[in-house]
């Protein structure tokens, strides 16, 4: 069996109850490391999937990745990008930046473009680990409807 849309239907009561389980987890956690802004979350998600783009991460294992290690210049991301892209007005992606910025997760780089830190990335690792527990809970579902 592929892993494929149709798997996914046929499977779909077996790996559904996993994913949403994991995922409350995932969001209950990613709500308590953002004190619950999960807009804040989001507005660093988004310039986190421009500072690890695809591409550009594909050999980097987890130490690397919480050791700040980065191969080259992220794409660039500015406020107003963000703001287009995730749908939350631009007057309060620049009070989420500002709060970012407080904490030291972000930076501003030549023209205003924004980067994730290395900070962040140490003082979120609980959210990380808690990523990586929903991906392996989902993956492993997957499989289990894969072997069936």
Not at 94 to 109: A, F, M, P, S, Y
Not at 129 to 142: D, E, F, N, S
Request: proline share 3%; hydrophobic share 40%; net charge neutral.
């Amino acid at each position: 069996m592929n892993l494929d849309e149709d798997t996914l239907r046929a499977s779909f009561g077996r790996i559904w109850p996993v994913h949403n389980d994991a995922f409350c987890e995932l969001l209950v956690t990613l709500r308590r490391q953002f004190d619950g802004d999960l807009d804040r979350m989001l507005v660093l998600a988004v310039i986190g999937s421009r500072t690890l783009s695809r591409g550009h991460t594909d050999s980097m294992c987890y130490d690397r990745f919480m050791d700040g290690e980065r191969a080259d210049e992220p794409p660039s991301i500015n406020l107003q990008s963000i703001a287009d892209y995730s749908g939350i007005p631009r007057e309060t992606v620049r009070r989420k930046l500002q709060d970012l910025e407080r904490l030291g997760w972000i930076t501003r780089q030549d023209k205003g473009y924004l980067a994730a830190t290395a900070r962040a990335a140490k003082d979120l690792e609980p959210a990380t680990r808690a990523t990586m527990r929903y991906l392996l809970a989902v993956i492993g579902a997957w499989r289990g409807a894969l072997s069936e």
